[in-house]
């Protein structure tokens, strides 16, 4: 993809950042401060796209021209939103929690032309299965420090994520926390539009 445009992550994680150099796309970090505090009673999807709108206009107020990208990443269970854990309590009761069962993932990620101001935010939502997980697997892994920055305290790339996870539907690069193919085709549609 020849870009004509230069790109701004409105992001610090190391897991985005990774994911947008696998596409080979050269960008400069500037994180938004948005403060991500759930309510708990949103809807999900509506969630992600809020948040992810938001970080991209934080971060798009700091510069002058170029594509923002926004994003944001949770997971839900029974309709409960479960973002990162406070402490390392919470986050063995999150892991309790999605023990044995299925969850979903929302990525919600936005795409902010400066200086134009026009704006595209998608959504994906993956399903993960976690096997169940007894207590000295989940207290090891919380032990590690590895939960404490991930929505549902788990990484599905860490090396206990990723033998907890026994399946998912869905885009597994959404789980990690970007869904590349959707983020990479938007994209591409995005610059027909910005560029015209």
Known sequence: MILHKHLILASSSPRRQHLLRQLGLAFDVLPSGVDE????????EQHVRTLSLQKAQAAGRRVSEGIVIGADT??????????????????????????????EVFT??????RPSGRSVT???????????LSPPEIRAYVATGSPMDKAGAYGI?????AIFVEGIQGCFYNVVGFPLTKFYLSLQQFLKTVEE
Do not use: C, W, Y
């Not at 839900?76 to 939103?81: E, M």
């Not at 999150?94 to 044995?100: I, K, N, V």
């Not at 919600?108 to 032309?113: E, N, R, S």
């Open 122 to 132: 998608e959504v994906e939502r993956t399903l993960v299965k976690f096997r169940p």
């Open 37 to 44: 505090e759930l309510n708990g009673s949103e809807d999900p």
């Open 74 to 103: 949770i997971v839900v269970l029974d309709g409960h939103i479960l973002g990162k854990p406070k402490d390392p309590d919470q986050a063995v009761s999150m892991l309790q929690h999605l023990s044995g069962r299925t969850h």
């Open 108 to 113: 919600g990620f936005t795409l902010l032309d």
């Open 157 to 161: 790339q860490d090396d206990f994520g």
